[in-house]
């Protein structure tokens, strides 16, 4: 079992770079058109050059967006957002006072 995992392993990243060329937008593309990189990946996967050519300087990278202060500028949760906590606080204020 042990000498079938190279292939493997291949096998995954050639799979991967194939799929992640097909979903990578045109206007991400570097270098090269869209349908010359697919024609790469898949003629020289076997000996990972069209994979690793792909993942070095096929497609534009830029930093990891989805944290807090990331490129959005937004909030992860409500929970870290004060502007909703402070009108939660208000709103369970006001319930309150409606109680009385």
């Known amino acids: 079992?042990?000498?079938?995992?190279?292939?493997?392993?291949?096998?995954?990243?050639?799979?991967?770079?194939?799929?992640?060329?097909?979903?990578?937008?045109?206007?991400?593309?570097?270098?090269?058109?869209?349908?010359?990189?697919?024609?790469?990946?898949?003629?020289?996967?076997?000996v990972l050059l069209g994979p690793i050519a792909w993942f070095v300087t096929g497609k534009k990278r830029g930093p990891a967006t989805g944290r807090a202060g990331g490129s959005r500028g937004g909030w992860v949760a409500p929970d870290d957002n004060p502007e909703f906590l402070k009108n939660l606080n208000k709103d369970l204020d006001d319930k309150r006072d409606e109680g009385k």
């Open 1 to 46: 079992m042990l000498r079938y995992l190279p292939f493997l392993l291949v096998l995954a990243v050639w799979i991967y770079a194939f799929i992640d060329v097909l979903n990578t937008p045109e206007k991400e593309v570097r270098h090269l058109p869209k349908v010359v990189w697919v024609i790469i990946v898949l003629l020289f996967g076997e």
